[in-house]
Nanobody, 115 residues
Framework: QVQLVESGGGLVQPGGSLRLSCAAS????????MGWYRRAPGKERELVAT???????NYADSVKGRFTISRDNAKNTVYLQMNGLKPEDTAVYYC?????????WGQGTQVTVSS
C-alpha cells in the first residue's frame, strides 16, 4: 500500500514561486513514475509533469520553462518547483505515483495565483 503526503500549496501573487512536495510511504521498493496533475475550476484534470525512476521528465506545454519536477528516490519524494506563476495556474494539484501497475493519488493541495 502507498500513502502520499503533500505540502507546499498556498496563495501567491502572479510571478511568484511555490515548491510542492509529495512524500510516498508504505511497502515501496521503486516507484516507476511520480508526477503532478491539476484540476482548475470548471476544467478537467490535466497532466502537469511526470518523472520516471530513470529521471526522464515530461511536462505540459503550458508549464514548460516555468515548472521543474524532480524526485529523491531515497526519500520516495517528488517535488514540483513552480516559478513565474500565472493566474491560469490556479488549480488543485494532485500528487500521483505509479507503482506495481497501480496509480496512487494524494488528497490534492490548492494553489491560488492572484493579486
Amino acid at each position: 500500500q502507498v500513502q502520499l503526503v503533500e505540502s507546499g500549496g498556498g496563495l501567491v501573487q502572479p510571478g511568484g514561486s511555490l515548491r510542492l512536495s509529495c512524500a510516498a510511504s508504505g511497502t515501496i521498493f521503486t516507484i516507476n513514475v511520480m508526477g503532478w496533475y491539476r484540476r482548475a475550476p470548471g476544467k478537467e484534470r490535466e497532466l502537469v509533469a511526470t518523472v520516471t525512476n530513470g529521471g526522464s521528465t515530461n511536462y505540459a506545454d503550458s508549464v514548460k520553462g516555468r515548472f521543474t519536477i524532480s524526485r529523491d528516490n531515497a526519500k520516495n519524494t517528488v517535488y514540483l518547483q513552480m516559478n513565474g506563476l500565472k493566474p491560469e495556474d490556479t488549480a488543485v494539484y494532485y500528487c500521483n505515483v505509479y507503482y506495481r501497475l497501480v496509480s496512487w493519488w494524494g488528497q490534492g493541495t490548492q494553489v491560488t495565483v492572484s493579486s
